[in-house]
């Protein structure tokens, strides 16, 4: 997730103070990517070294406001209209931890398998029981609730497919077990 591009999305409704940009940050990602409020003033620090933000005065509590620049609104045009790069596979600690595994002495992959199928069910049914909790909440046609929604349903998704991954993973070493090969596809 790009914080910086966050922070220009927030500022784009209006001048805001780091503090009240982290808790809506927070809000709108369902509070599934929190954010250290350091991390919020470096990266206005950078956004206004690079011309993107500019402080605008104080709130009544002296809090310095900041607001975004032309510039800052051209940046957060760009990020929405091009798509988020995919490029080269992400380091991974799951995939790393079995590949190691494999073959390791005196490490059971099942078992490593296993326990992680049981952690992502564990983590798949909380993620669903906070959807179906958001659906019978507030609607969601607001916003932040319809972003809510979004990350749950991303969070499901993931969930889900490192599930099927496992499911694979577990049969692939049952089949290297046994010393069987996969049936070659029908031509």
């Not at 310095?64 to 380091?91: H, I, K, N, Q, S």
């Not at 931890?97 to 049981?118: F, I, S, W």
């Not at 909380?126 to 916003?143: I, M």
């Not at 932040?144 to 577990?170: F, G, S, Y």
Request: charged share 30%.
């Amino acid at each position: 997730m790009s914080i910086r591009h966050g922070l220009l999305a927030l500022l784009d409704r209006g001048p805001r103070y780091g503090s009240r940009l982290r808790t809506e940050f927070e809000a709108r990602t369902g509070g599934t990517w929190p954010l250290n409020i350091g991390q919020v003033y470096t990266t206005l620090g950078r956004l206004e070294r690079d011309g993107m933000v500019v402080q605008e005065g104080a709130d009544e509590a002296g809090r310095a406001l900041y607001a975004l620049t032309e510039a800052g609104r051209a940046e957060l045009r760009a990020w929405f209209a091009g798509p988020v790069e995919r490029a080269g596979a992400p380091r991974d600690e799951l995939a790393i931890k079995l590949v190691l595994a494999v073959g390791a002495p005196g490490v059971d992959v099942r078992r490593v398998v296993e326990a992680q199928r049981r952690h992502m069910a564990d983590a798949l049914h909380e993620y669903v029981r906070l959807r179906a909790r958001a659906l019978t909440g507030a609607p969601a046609e607001h916003p932040d609730e319809l972003a809510r929604l979004l990350v749950l349903e991303q969070l499901i998704c993931h969930a889900e497919a490192e599930i099927r991954w496992l499911d694979h993973c577990e049969t692939r070493l049952l089949r290297m077990v046994r010393g069987t090969r996969p049936e070659p596809p029908p031509p």
